[in-house]
């Protein structure tokens, strides 16, 4: 009886199994994407490219996020929690020591994989619901965390800490704006490169595995503990760059940015790009920033339900999201060329 | 060819410009303003854990409709864009970049929230548009030096508790006070004025305790404030901790002067779930009239906010708050934009905020004046003192001011 029960809670979540292969773009695909985004700045107004750049960092934390859930098949609800350690670690050190906004990130990126790290220790017990759950109650307790008076020197308590938006270097002349926005553009590239190698090695085989089946994993050799412990680790270091980049895009860190509502929009950010698919990442990241903006244009006192119905249209019509869009396209493509 | 037809289109142009220039010499417009339109930004939280305040931008946005279906201002109709930011401040960012750079609005106008107005402060003042009449309590906004293109519209908590200090000092110069205050900004700018206010005779306050928000009770606070024998407790806390407060002090039978910070005066929200009877004799200040009270129904002010909520805006409440503030707000900015005529630049927007004299809005109180000058960016300064007996608040006393200097 006990046994069944806990067959029952360590039961593997049901993520679907991506092959590896599954899980990029074709090359001519990934080109004309990446020309596209290289371009598209030189043609709009400055508001747009901030948007873009919000986009690319609200893209790298649903990018964190897949590559755990996706990846190694663990849930989280406390990624808002990490994007906010990140935020913070690069605001303080570029606003009370003077450091160098480029020089923050990988600080952060460090900081925030040694905490994921370390809240992976206890959550190996928990899977599944449960531990969305434990993750939950970390993205609920770090707004709050964070006005402690205890901290109130460095974070600035409920006053938050303003950001100096960094200028152009070389003396290149592009506005605050484009260059932030080039600089998130290299550092997204670079992880986004640098996340699906990781997930074509041996550490990505292993947390595949681990997605897959876990008793099967173990038994073929592969530390379980090490390797959930690690994918808890990459992602949380991922989300505290994305939250670094953010609180410089942003100018303004405080605990009411990182609410629990943040962590929700990365995980539907996630499912709507296709979890388990890295380019989705970026479909999802504009699914969060811009339907909203769509629901309220349709209804200012109902911006809510309208976002509640077109979130379910999309979960109901295409429930695997921008992969199977892009999976479709694809075979119709084929079609053509055959005809 | 296409160098010549460039340029004739741009000589074209300057003769167009040059004509219009000689022909409306008086008229100066910078975007977001034109002969028959004024672009106004806002955004407030619609949605997430400030909603509640969502009522100010509805109400606010009834208003001008009210004005252009009246003609508008100068033969002006004021375009009143809004938008949600969830009180998050990325989400604030990104929505006043957007009336800013999308939009294209003249003034942003009474955006809601210290931590949004704090994230889109640096930016506004960069890009020098005017971020006018801050929808919050914060003593900051006051800064006309380093922020000239920002300020603020209700009177701070700063200034709010200098008048308990004053009357204090006034009428009980021998009490021995007790604070209890929110450890947060809220908290924190309300006890910077108290201690200004006491001045010199700071030695008054005989005790001061914070509470968290965190905490369930603030009970063992109350037990720790009487134990130091004070004969007056200020209570700054938000409305859930100061009716546990007023109830905690009844039940164990202290009976201080017990004075309350205006955040924290609703008879529903408060005096009413502390219990009518723990709450006689509390003495508070307010600089608005309360739609709730009898005592304003014949008050011609009044009677133009009610007729606009009957014939604008059928579902405003009268005896919400945010109702009456929407409204008092709106009306300043309109005052604003009268006098600004045909100057509609961001510059005098921001020079005629800083003129106004002795300018009652409908909501005030009878008295409570906006006053604003070069180096005065607190437009409200004024209050009254009220006591809570029966089921509603009496105001006593003058109008006090409580100027507060950055």
Same mark, same amino acid.
């Given at each position: 009886?006990?046994a069944?029960?806990?067959?029952?809670?360590?039961?593997?979540?049901?993520?679907?199994?991506?092959p590896?292969?599954?899980?990029?773009? &074709?090359?001519?695909?990934? *080109? $004309?994407?990446? @020309?596209?985004? =290289?371009?598209? #700045?030189?043609?709009? +107004?400055?508001?747009?490219?901030?948007?873009?750049?919000?986009?690319?960092?609200?893209?790298?934390?649903?990018?964190?996020?897949?590559?755990?859930?996706?990846?190694?098949?663990?849930?989280?609800?406390?990624?808002?929690?990490?994007?906010?350690?990140?935020?913070?670690?690069?605001?303080?050190?570029?606003?009370?020591?003077?450091?160098?906004?480029?020089?923050?990130l990988?600080?952060?990126?460090?900081?925030?994989?040694?905490?994921?790290?370390?809240?992976?220790?206890?959550a190996?017990?928990l899977? &599944?619901?449960?531990?969305? *759950? $434990?993750?939950? @109650?970390?993205? =609920?307790?770090? #707004?709050?965390?964070? +006005?402690?008076?205890?901290?109130?020197?460095?974070?600035?308590?409920?006053q938050?800490?303003?950001?100096?938006?960094?200028?152009?270097?070389f003396?290149?002349?592009?506005s605050?704006?484009?260059?932030?926005?080039?600089?998130?553009?290299?550092?997204?590239?670079?992880?986004?490169?640098?996340?699906?190698?990781?997930?074509?090695?041996?550490?990505?085989?292993?947390?595949?595995a681990?997605?897959?089946?876990?008793?099967?994993?173990?038994?073929?050799?592969?530390?379980v503990?090490?390797?959930?412990?690690l994918?808890?680790?990459?992602? $949380?270091?991922?989300?505290?760059?994305?939250?670094?980049?953010?609180?410089i895009?942003?100018?303004?860190v405080?605990?009411?940015?990182?609410?629990?509502?943040?962590?929700?929009?990365?995980?539907?950010?996630?499912?709507?790009?296709?979890?388990?698919?890295?380019?989705?990442?970026?479909?999802?990241?504009?699914?969060?920033?811009?339907?909203?903006n769509?629901?309220?244009?349709?209804s200012?006192?109902l911006?809510?339900a309208?976002?509640?119905?077109?979130?379910?249209?999309?979960?109901?019509?295409?429930?695997?999201?921008?992969?199977?869009?892009?999976?479709?396209?694809?075979?119709?493509?084929?079609?053509?060329?055959?005809? | 060819?296409?160098?010549?037809?460039?340029?004739?289109?741009a000589?074209?142009?300057?003769?167009?410009?040059?004509?219009?220039?000689?022909?409306?010499?008086?008229?100066?417009?910078?975007?977001g303003?034109?002969?028959?339109?004024?672009k106004?930004?806002?955004?407030?939280?619609?949605?997430?854990?400030?909603?509640?305040?969502?009522?100010?931008?509805k109400?606010?946005?009834?208003?001008?409709?009210?004005?252009?279906?009246?003609?508008?201002?100068?033969?002006?109709k004021?375009?009143?864009?809004?938008?949600?930011?969830?009180y998050?401040?990325?989400?604030?960012?990104?929505?006043?970049?957007?009336?800013v750079?999308?939009?294209?609005?003249?003034?942003?106008?009474?955006?809601?929230?210290?931590?949004?107005n704090?994230?889109?402060?640096?930016?506004?003042?960069?890009?020098k548009?005017?971020?006018?009449?801050?929808?919050?309590?914060?003593?900051?906004?006051?800064?006309?030096?380093?922020?000239?293109?920002?300020?603020?519209?209700?009177?701070?908590?700063?200034?709010?508790?200098?008048?308990?200090?004053?009357?204090?000092?006034?009428?009980?110069?021998?009490?021995?006070?007790?604070i209890?205050?929110?450890?947060?900004?809220?908290?924190?700018?309300?006890?910077?004025?108290?201690?200004?206010?006491?001045?010199?005779?700071?030695?008054?306050?005989?005790?001061?305790?914070?509470?968290?928000?965190?905490?369930?009770?603030?009970?063992?606070?109350?037990?720790?404030?009487?134990?130091?024998?004070?004969?007056?407790?200020i209570?700054?806390?938000?409305?859930?901790?100061?009716?546990?407060?007023?109830?905690?002090?009844?039940?164990?039978?202290?009976?201080?002067?017990?004075?309350?910070?205006?955040?924290?005066?609703?008879?529903?929200?408060?005096?009413?779930?502390?219990?009518?009877?723990n709450?006689q004799?509390?003495?508070?200040?307010?600089?608005?009239?309360?739609?709730?009270?009898?005592?304003?129904?014949?008050?011609?002010?009044?009677?133009?906010?009610?007729?606009f909520l009957?014939?604008?805006?059928?579902?405003?409440?009268?005896?919400?708050?945010?109702?009456?503030?929407?409204?008092?707000?709106?009306?300043t900015?309109?005052?604003?934009?009268?006098?600004?005529?045909d100057?509609?630049?961001?510059?005098?927007?921001?020079?005629?905020?800083?003129?106004?004299k002795?300018?009652?809005p409908?909501t005030l109180l009878?008295?409570?004046?906006?006053?604003?000058?070069?180096?005065?960016?607190?437009?409200?300064?004024?209050?009254q003192l009220?006591?809570?007996?029966?089921?509603?608040?009496?105001?006593?006393g003058?109008?006090?001011?409580?100027?507060?200097?950055?």
């Open positions: 009886m006990s069944a029960t806990e067959d029952a809670v360590t039961e593997a979540p049901a993520v679907e199994a991506v590896k292969r599954a899980m990029t773009l &074709g090359l001519g695909t990934s *080109l $004309a994407v990446l @020309a596209a985004l =290289v371009i598209a #700045p030189l043609f709009v +107004k400055n508001f747009i490219i901030f948007q873009m750049t919000m986009l690319l960092i609200y893209a790298l934390a649903v990018l964190a996020l897949n590559i755990l859930t996706g990846g190694s098949g663990q849930f989280s609800l406390g990624q808002s929690a990490f994007y906010a350690v990140g935020a913070y670690t690069s605001a303080i050190l570029m606003e009370h020591v003077g450091m160098n906004y480029a020089l923050t990988p600080i952060a990126g460090i900081i925030c994989f040694a905490f994921g790290f370390v809240f992976g220790q206890p190996l017990r899977s &599944g619901v449960y531990l969305a *759950l $434990a993750t939950f @109650a970390l993205a =609920v307790a770090m #707004p709050q965390l964070l +006005k402690l008076g205890f901290f109130e020197h460095w974070t600035g308590g409920v938050g800490l303003v950001v100096t938006k960094p200028d152009a270097p003396g290149l002349k592009m605050q704006d484009m260059w932030l926005y080039y600089f998130t553009l290299a550092i997204s590239i670079g992880i986004y490169v640098a996340s699906v190698n990781l997930l074509r090695s041996r550490s990505g085989r292993a947390f595949m681990i997605r897959d089946n876990e008793i099967a994993a173990s038994a073929m050799g592969v530390n503990a090490l390797y959930k412990t994918a808890f680790g990459v992602s $949380a270091g991922i989300t505290g760059i994305a939250g670094g980049l953010g609180a895009a942003v100018q303004f405080a605990p009411d940015g990182y609410t629990i509502t943040l962590a929700i929009s990365l995980f539907l950010g996630m499912v709507v790009g296709g979890v388990g698919w890295l380019p989705g990442s970026i479909v999802g990241s504009a699914f969060i920033i811009f339907v909203p769509i629901a309220e244009s349709i200012k006192g911006s809510g309208v976002f509640g119905v077109l979130l379910f249209i999309v979960i109901f019509l295409v429930p695997h999201g921008a992969r199977q869009v892009a999976i479709v396209a694809q075979q119709l493509i084929g079609k053509l060329r055959k005809g | 060819m296409l160098s010549t037809r460039l340029s004739t289109a000589f074209a142009a300057v003769i167009a410009f040059a004509a219009s220039g000689s022909a409306l010499a008086q008229k100066k417009y910078d975007t303003a034109t002969d028959t339109e004024i106004i930004g806002n955004i407030m939280p619609y949605s997430g854990p400030a909603s509640a305040y969502g009522v100010i931008g109400t606010e946005e009834a208003y001008f409709k009210m004005i252009n279906a009246n003609g508008g201002i100068n033969g002006r004021i375009n009143f864009v809004t938008y949600d930011d969830g998050s401040p990325p989400k604030a960012v990104e929505q006043v970049r957007k009336l750079e999308s939009d294209e609005v003249l003034v942003v106008f009474n955006p809601l929230g210290t931590p949004s704090t994230a889109i402060q640096k930016y506004l003042n960069a890009k548009v005017p971020q006018l009449f801050v929808a919050t309590g914060a003593t900051k906004w006051n800064d006309p030096k380093g922020f000239p293109w920002t300020m603020g519209w209700q009177p701070s908590y700063q200034s709010e508790a200098q008048i308990y200090a004053k009357y204090l000092i006034k009428e009980k110069p021998n009490a021995k006070v007790a209890l205050y929110q450890n947060d900004d809220f908290g924190k700018d309300y006890l910077k004025g108290l201690k200004d206010g006491f001045g010199a005779k700071a030695s008054m306050i005989v005790a001061e305790e914070s509470y968290e928000t965190s905490e369930p009770t603030i009970d063992s606070h109350i037990v720790k404030l009487k134990a130091t024998g004070a004969d007056t407790f209570n700054i806390a938000t409305p859930k901790f100061a009716a546990q407060a007023i109830k905690k002090i009844a039940e164990i039978d202290w009976k201080p002067l017990h004075l309350l910070t205006n955040v924290s005066a609703s008879v529903g929200g408060v005096m009413k779930p502390a219990g009518y009877e709450s004799g509390i003495i508070s200040a307010a600089y608005a009239k309360d739609g709730a009270d009898p005592q304003w129904d014949n008050d011609p002010g009044m009677k133009k906010f009610l007729a009957e014939k604008h805006h059928p579902e405003g409440n009268k005896i919400d708050g945010s109702v009456v503030y929407g409204y008092g707000a709106a009306q900015l309109a005052k604003v934009l009268e006098m600004c005529g100057n509609l630049t961001r510059e005098n927007v921001m020079k005629q905020a800083a003129s106004l002795d300018f009652e409908d009878p008295g409570v004046k906006i006053n604003t000058s070069a180096s005065d960016f607190a437009p409200i300064s004024q209050l009220m006591r809570f007996k029966g089921e509603k608040w009496e105001l006593f003058e109008i006090m001011s409580g100027d507060v200097s950055n």
